[in-house]
C-alpha cells in the first residue's frame, strides 16, 4: 500500500470514528485554520447575500446559462417500446436523491467545476445537493465559488476539503449527512478517498492531471495551436500536453510560438515544468497514425486543428472531449460552451465518458407483460429455470397458466395495449410532423395579457366562443356546428365514444393512423380495412366497394393520410360520404393536415351538404401549438348537439380557451407559415428523389413518405447524427418506408445531406 493510501485509510477511520471533530483537527492541521463546528457550514446568511454585479458574475452567469441549456438537451428521459409479441419493455431514469460536489482549492479557484456539476445535478432532479470545498487561510471558501454558489441558488455549503470532506460525504457526521454519490476532482489524497470509499458511496470517476493532444496540419494557426497547449499545461506540473504535427515544418512553427507565448505568461515556471516532465511534440505519418496514437493516449481533451476534422472524427475512438476545428478552443470548452468539463483522464476515456446528467440519474427496466405473453413462455421459462436448478422460478411462470380469481376490466379492454410514444433525443426532430416555428413571441404575450385579466379561481366558460365564432363564420357555417376539445385526438375518441361500439363495424384505410385501430378495439367495435393502392394512393372504387359490401357503421378517413401524406379529391370524398350514408354510416374525417394541401382538397362546404359527415381538425401542425392541446370539429348542428353530450364541463383549460382566440385572429401568419413549409417539403422530397437508391411518394402534407433498401439501418444512423424520423411499420407494405416532416431549411438541408451519406 502507497504512503497516500495508508494516509487516506487513517484519515477515513478516523472521520468515522470521531466525525466533525476529525474533519475540524484535518481542517486546523492541512489548511492552517482553526474552525469550530458551528463554522463547517457556509451560513445561509452568506450564501443569500445578494451577488454583486461585475465582469466576472456576469461571464458566470451566460456560462451557466450555456451550460444549463446544453445538459437539459442531453437529459436522458424514460422510453418504451412493445415488441411484435405485445411486449411492453423500456427504460426508466430517475434522479439520485442526494450527491455531494467536490470544489478543490489550492493554487486556483474552480467555479466553473461548480457549475460543470451543480447544473447537471439540478436538472436531472437531484433534491439535495451537499458542496464542499477547502477554506483559505482566511477561514474562507473562495469568493469566486461562493460567488458561484449563490448565483446557482445552493443551500448546502461546507468549508471542508481533502481526503476528510470525502469521508464525511460517504459516511456522514453529525453536521455533514452522507450522500448517495460523490462528484468532482481534486488532488491525489482526493481521488484515493473516493477510490477507498467506492461501493460505500457513488463516485463519478478518478480524475487525475489533465490532458491535451493537439493533431494540427499546415493549415492550422501554429499561434493558436500552441496557446493552448499552454493553457493546459498551466494546471500544474503534472499536466500532460501533446502535439500531433502532420509534418516537421508544422511542428516547428508551434514550437517557436510556444517559446513566443512562455515568455509572456504569468505561470511561466509551471508551464516548464509541466512541458519539461510531460510535454509531448511528434510527427504523425498520416491521419490514421494520428488516430492511432490518439486512441493510444485515450486524453481528457482532443484538439483537432486540421483542414476537415470531421472527415477525421470517424478515425478516433478515445478522447473524453473533442474540439473541431482551430476556431474551437478548449478554453472556452472548459468554461461556456455548455458540454461539461469533468472529463475522463490517464487514459480512462478508453472506456469512461463525459461528466452528464444521467450520472446524476440510475435507469431501471420497465417491462409489462400481457397474460397471453406470459402464459405462451411460460413453458420455456419452466425449461430453463429447471435447467440452472431454480424450481421457484418454474414454480411462479406455471401458477401464472391458471385463471386468476381477480377483478378484471371489462372484455374489450383486456389485451389492449396503450398507444405510448417512444420518446427519442436529437438535435433535429423531423419525425413527429411539428411545426419547426414556435409560436411568436408578441401572440404569446398577448395570451398572457388576457390571462392577467382572468379570473384563475372560478370555473370558466368551457366553451371558448369567439374562437368558435370566428371557424363558424370561416366555414360559412353556424356556431353550433363547431365543437372545441383540448386536441383532436380527444375529439376522435369521442367520436368513438358515441358511434362505435359492440357489434358495430368501423372501415379504415391502411395503412393510416394506428390510434384508429386501438379506439376500435377498445370500443369491442368490429374493424374493417381497405387497403391503399400500390403506389400508397387512395383508390376510391376500392373504398366504396368495402363500403358496399361491409355497411359500416362508421368509417374514419385521414386527409392527408399519416403517415403517407396522400389525399382524396373533393368530388370523390362527395361519393364516399353519400355511399356511407345510404346505409345510415358516419364519415369520419382527420384532417390535421389540411392546411398543407391544396385548395382543391377543401372539403368545408361538404358539411352542409351530408348530415352524416364530421371533420376533425387541428392546432398542432400549422398552428405551431402541439404542446397546447387544442382541436375543433365541424358538423351539422343536429349531429354536433349529439357529440356535444360526451363533452364534460370545464374541459378546456382557461389558457387554452384564450390561445385559440388568438391564434384565430392572427390565423394569416400560420397560413404563411404553412406556405413556406410546404415548398420546404416539396423541395425535400425532389432532392430526395435524385438520392441513390431511395424512393419519394407524393405528399399534400408537411411530411412526406419514402423507401429505402434498408429501413431500420437508415434510420438509426440519422439518429446517430442526431436526426430523428419515424420509421414506419406494422404492415409489409411499409417494412421498409420512413416519414420525414419538413423543418427549418438548415434541417431538412443537414437531413438531406445526411441521407445522401448514408446512401452512400
Given at each position: 500500500?502507497?504512503d497516500?493510501a495508508k494516509?487516506?485509510?487513517?484519515?477515513?477511520?478516523d472521520v468515522?470514528?470521531?466525525?466533525?471533530?476529525a474533519?475540524?483537527?484535518?481542517t486546523e492541521?492541512w489548511?492552517?485554520v482553526r474552525l469550530?463546528?458551528?463554522?463547517?457550514?457556509?451560513?445561509?446568511d452568506v450564501?443569500?447575500?445578494e451577488?454583486e454585479?461585475?465582469?466576472?458574475s456576469?461571464?458566470f452567469?451566460?456560462?451557466?446559462?450555456r451550460i444549463?441549456?446544453?445538459?437539459s438537451?442531453?437529459k436522458p428521459?424514460t422510453?418504451?417500446?412493445?415488441?411484435?409479441e405485445?411486449?411492453l419493455?423500456g427504460?426508466?431514469?430517475?434522479?439520485?436523491?442526494s450527491?455531494g460536489l467536490?470544489?478543490p482549492?489550492?493554487?486556483?479557484?474552480?467555479?466553473?467545476?461548480?457549475a460543470?456539476?451543480?447544473?447537471p445535478?439540478?436538472?436531472?432532479?437531484v433534491e439535495?445537493?451537499v458542496?464542499?470545498?477547502?477554506?483559505g487561510?482566511d477561514?474562507e471558501i473562495s469568493?469566486q465559488?461562493l460567488m458561484?454558489?449563490r448565483m446557482?441558488?445552493?443551500e448546502?455549503?461546507?468549508?471542508?476539503?481533502g481526503a476528510q470532506a470525502?469521508?464525511a460525504l460517504?459516511?456522514?457526521?453529525?453536521?455533514?449527512?452522507k450522500?448517495?454519490?460523490i462528484f468532482?476532482?481534486g488532488?491525489?489524497?482526493?481521488?484515493?478517498?473516493k477510490?477507498?470509499?467506492?461501493?460505500e458511496?457513488g463516485?463519478d470517476?478518478?480524475a487525475g492531471p489533465?490532458e491535451l493532444v493537439?493533431?494540427a496540419?499546415?493549415t492550422a494557426?501554429?499561434?493558436?495551436?500552441?496557446?493552448?497547449?499552454l493553457a493546459?499545461?498551466?494546471?500544474?506540473e503534472?499536466t500532460r500536453?501533446?502535439l500531433l504535427?502532420?509534418?516537421?515544418?508544422?511542428l516547428e512553427a508551434?514550437r517557436?510560438?510556444v517559446a513566443?507565448?512562455?515568455e509572456?505568461?504569468p505561470?511561466?515556471e509551471?508551464?516548464?515544468?509541466?512541458?519539461e516532465?510531460n510535454?509531448?511534440?511528434e510527427?504523425?505519418?498520416?491521419?490514421?497514425?494520428?488516430a492511432?496514437?490518439i486512441?493510444?493516449?485515450?486524453p481528457?481533451?482532443?484538439?483537432?486543428q486540421?483542414a476537415?476534422?470531421f472527415?477525421?472524427?470517424?478515425?478516433?475512438?478515445?478522447?473524453?472531449?473533442?474540439f473541431?476545428g482551430?476556431?474551437?478552443?478548449?478554453?472556452?470548452?472548459?468554461?461556456?460552451?455548455?458540454?461539461?468539463?469533468?472529463?475522463p483522464t490517464?487514459?480512462?476515456a478508453r472506456?469512461?465518458s463525459?461528466?452528464s446528467v444521467?450520472?446524476?440519474?440510475k435507469r431501471?427496466?420497465l417491462v409489462?407483460?400481457?397474460?397471453d405473453f406470459?402464459?405462451d413462455?411460460s413453458?420455456?421459462v419452466?425449461?430453463l429455470a429447471?435447467?440452472e436448478?431454480?424450481?421457484?422460478h418454474?414454480?411462479s411462470?406455471?401458477?401464472?397458466?391458471q385463471e386468476p380469481?381477480?377483478?378484471r376490466?371489462?372484455g374489450?379492454?383486456?389485451g389492449?395495449t396503450?398507444?405510448?410514444l417512444?420518446?427519442?433525443?436529437?438535435?433535429?426532430k423531423?419525425?413527429?410532423?411539428?411545426?419547426?416555428?414556435?409560436?411568436?413571441?408578441?401572440?404569446?404575450d398577448e395570451v398572457?395579457r388576457?390571462?392577467?385579466?382572468?379570473?384563475?379561481?372560478?370555473?370558466?366558460?368551457?366553451i371558448p366562443?369567439a374562437f368558435?365564432?370566428?371557424?363558424a363564420?370561416?366555414?360559412d357555417?353556424?356556431?353550433?356546428?363547431?365543437?372545441a376539445?383540448?386536441?383532436s385526438?380527444?375529439?376522435l375518441q369521442w367520436?368513438?365514444?358515441?358511434?362505435?361500439g359492440p357489434?358495430r363495424s368501423?372501415?379504415?384505410?391502411?395503412?393510416?393512423?394506428?390510434?384508429?385501430?386501438?379506439?376500435?378495439q377498445?370500443?369491442?367495435s368490429?374493424l374493417?380495412?381497405?387497403?391503399?393502392?400500390e403506389d400508397?394512393s387512395?383508390?376510391?372504387d376500392?373504398?366504396?366497394a368495402?363500403?358496399r359490401?361491409?355497411?359500416p357503421?362508421?368509417?374514419?378517413?385521414c386527409?392527408?393520410?399519416?403517415?403517407?401524406g396522400?389525399?382524396?379529391?373533393?368530388?370523390?370524398?362527395?361519393?364516399i360520404?353519400?355511399?356511407?350514408?345510404?346505409?345510415g354510416?358516419?364519415l369520419?374525417?382527420?384532417?390535421a393536415?389540411?392546411e398543407?394541401?391544396?385548395?382543391s382538397?377543401?372539403?368545408?362546404?361538404?358539411?352542409?351538404?351530408f348530415?352524416?359527415?364530421?371533420?376533425v381538425?387541428t392546432?398542432s401542425?400549422?398552428?405551431s401549438a402541439?404542446g397546447m392541446?387544442?382541436?375543433?370539429?365541424?358538423?351539422?348542428?343536429a349531429?354536433?348537439?349529439?357529440?356535444?353530450?360526451?363533452?364534460?364541463?370545464?374541459?378546456?383549460?382557461?389558457?387554452t380557451?384564450?390561445?385559440g382566440?388568438v391564434l384565430w385572429?392572427?390565423?394569416?401568419?400560420?397560413?404563411?407559415r404553412?406556405?413556406?413549409?410546404?415548398a420546404?417539403?416539396?423541395?425535400?422530397?425532389?432532392?430526395a428523389?435524385?438520392?441513390?437508391g431511395?424512393?419519394?411518394?407524393?405528399s399534400?402534407?408537411n411530411?412526406f413518405?419514402?423507401?429505402?433498401?434498408d429501413?431500420?439501418?437508415?434510420?438509426?444512423?440519422l439518429k446517430?447524427?442526431?436526426?430523428?424520423?419515424?420509421?414506419?411499420g406494422?404492415?409489409e407494405?411499409?417494412?421498409?418506408?420512413?416519414?420525414?416532416?419538413?423543418?427549418?431549411i438548415?434541417e431538412?438541408?443537414?437531413?438531406?445531406?445526411?441521407?445522401r451519406?448514408?446512401q452512400?
Amino acid at each position: 500500500m502507497s504512503d497516500i493510501a495508508k494516509s487516506v485509510a487513517e484519515i477515513i477511520a478516523d472521520v468515522r470514528a470521531r466525525g466533525d471533530q476529525a474533519l475540524l483537527d484535518y481542517t486546523e492541521r492541512w489548511d492552517g485554520v482553526r474552525l469550530d463546528i458551528g463554522g463547517l457550514r457556509v451560513g445561509a446568511d452568506v450564501l443569500d447575500a445578494e451577488v454583486e454585479e461585475s465582469d466576472f458574475s456576469r461571464a458566470f452567469a451566460r456560462a451557466a446559462d450555456r451550460i444549463g441549456k446544453f445538459h437539459s438537451r442531453v437529459k436522458p428521459r424514460t422510453s418504451l417500446y412493445e415488441d411484435d409479441e405485445g411486449v411492453l419493455m423500456g427504460m426508466r431514469w430517475t434522479p439520485i436523491r442526494s450527491v455531494g460536489l467536490y470544489v478543490p482549492g489550492g493554487k486556483a479557484a474552480y467555479p466553473s467545476t461548480l457549475a460543470m456539476t451543480a447544473l447537471p445535478a439540478r436538472i436531472a432532479g437531484v433534491e439535495r445537493i451537499v458542496v464542499v470545498s477547502p477554506p483559505g487561510s482566511d477561514g474562507e471558501i473562495s469568493p469566486q465559488v461562493l460567488m458561484a454558489a449563490r448565483m446557482l441558488g445552493l443551500e448546502e455549503v461546507y468549508r471542508v476539503g481533502g481526503a476528510q470532506a470525502i469521508a464525511a460525504l460517504a459516511i456522514g457526521t453529525d453536521s455533514i449527512p452522507k450522500v448517495d454519490k460523490i462528484f468532482g476532482p481534486g488532488n491525489a489524497f482526493v481521488a484515493e478517498a473516493k477510490l477507498q470509499l467506492f461501493g460505500e458511496v457513488g463516485i463519478d470517476m478518478l480524475a487525475g492531471p489533465s490532458e491535451l493532444v493537439v493533431y494540427a496540419d499546415e493549415t492550422a494557426d501554429p499561434r493558436w495551436a500552441a496557446a493552448d497547449l499552454l493553457a493546459q499545461a498551466e494546471h500544474d506540473e503534472s499536466t500532460r500536453v501533446t502535439l500531433l504535427a502532420s509534418g516537421q515544418g508544422v511542428l516547428e512553427a508551434v514550437r517557436k510560438c510556444v517559446a513566443e507565448l512562455l515568455e509572456e505568461s504569468p505561470r511561466r515556471e509551471t508551464i516548464e515544468i509541466s512541458l519539461e516532465r510531460n510535454g509531448s511534440f511528434e510527427i504523425v505519418a498520416d491521419p490514421r497514425s494520428a488516430a492511432a496514437r490518439i486512441d493510444e493516449i485515450a486524453p481528457e481533451h482532443l484538439a483537432i486543428q486540421v483542414a476537415n476534422p470531421f472527415s477525421f472524427l470517424p478515425l478516433v475512438r478515445n478522447a473524453g472531449a473533442i474540439f473541431l476545428g482551430k476556431e474551437s478552443p478548449v478554453a472556452i470548452g472548459d468554461y461556456f460552451a455548455g458540454p461539461n468539463h469533468v472529463l475522463p483522464t490517464g487514459g480512462t476515456a478508453r472506456f469512461a465518458s463525459c461528466l452528464s446528467v444521467e450520472d446524476f440519474m440510475k435507469r431501471s427496466n420497465l417491462v409489462r407483460m400481457s397474460l397471453d405473453f406470459t402464459r405462451d413462455s411460460s413453458r420455456d421459462v419452466e425449461e430453463l429455470a429447471l435447467g440452472e436448478g431454480l424450481p421457484a422460478h418454474a414454480t411462479s411462470v406455471a401458477l401464472r397458466r391458471q385463471e386468476p380469481g381477480q377483478a378484471r376490466v371489462r372484455g374489450g379492454l383486456q389485451g389492449v395495449t396503450p398507444y405510448l410514444l417512444v420518446e427519442e433525443e436529437g438535435e433535429t426532430k423531423l419525425n413527429q410532423n411539428e411545426s419547426p416555428w414556435d409560436i411568436p413571441g408578441e401572440l404569446k404575450d398577448e395570451v398572457s395579457r388576457r390571462l392577467k385579466d382572468l379570473p384563475w379561481n372560478r370555473y370558466h366558460q368551457s366553451i371558448p366562443q369567439a374562437f368558435l365564432d370566428r371557424i363558424a363564420a370561416d366555414a360559412d357555417l353556424p356556431t353550433g356546428s363547431v365543437l372545441a376539445a383540448s386536441g383532436s385526438n380527444l375529439i376522435l375518441q369521442w367520436i368513438f365514444e358515441a358511434y362505435a361500439g359492440p357489434g358495430r363495424s368501423i372501415l379504415v384505410p391502411s395503412p393510416s393512423f394506428s390510434l384508429y385501430p386501438l379506439w376500435a378495439q377498445v370500443t369491442e367495435s368490429r374493424l374493417e380495412t381497405v387497403q391503399l393502392a400500390e403506389d400508397l394512393s387512395y383508390d376510391a372504387d376500392a373504398i366504396l366497394a368495402a363500403i358496399r359490401g361491409g355497411r359500416p357503421d362508421m368509417m374514419v378517413l385521414c386527409l392527408p393520410n399519416n403517415p403517407t401524406g396522400s389525399e382524396l379529391e373533393t368530388e370523390k370524398t362527395r361519393e364516399i360520404a353519400a355511399a356511407v350514408g345510404e346505409y345510415g354510416g358516419l364519415l369520419v374525417i382527420d384532417e390535421a393536415y389540411r392546411e398543407f394541401s391544396a385548395e382543391s382538397f377543401d372539403r368545408t362546404a361538404l358539411v352542409k351538404e351530408f348530415d352524416n359527415l364530421v371533420l376533425v381538425r387541428t392546432c398542432s401542425k400549422a398552428f405551431s401549438a402541439a404542446g397546447m392541446r387544442l382541436g375543433y370539429l365541424l358538423a351539422p348542428v343536429a349531429l354536433a348537439t349529439e357529440l356535444s353530450k360526451l363533452v364534460p364541463p370545464f374541459h378546456l383549460g382557461l389558457f387554452t380557451a384564450v390561445l385559440g382566440d388568438v391564434l384565430w385572429e392572427n390565423r394569416t401568419i400560420f397560413d404563411e407559415r404553412a406556405v413556406k413549409l410546404n415548398a420546404q417539403r416539396r423541395r425535400m422530397q425532389e432532392e430526395a428523389e435524385k438520392i441513390s437508391g431511395v424512393k419519394v411518394f407524393p405528399s399534400e402534407a408537411n411530411f412526406f413518405l419514402f423507401e429505402v433498401a434498408d429501413a431500420g439501418r437508415v434510420h438509426d444512423e440519422l439518429k446517430k447524427r442526431g436526426i430523428l424520423i419515424r420509421r414506419q411499420g406494422g404492415s409489409e407494405r411499409l417494412e421498409n418506408c420512413l416519414r420525414v416532416n419538413a423543418g427549418t431549411i438548415e434541417e431538412n438541408d443537414g437531413f438531406l445531406d445526411a441521407l445522401r451519406e448514408i446512401q452512400g
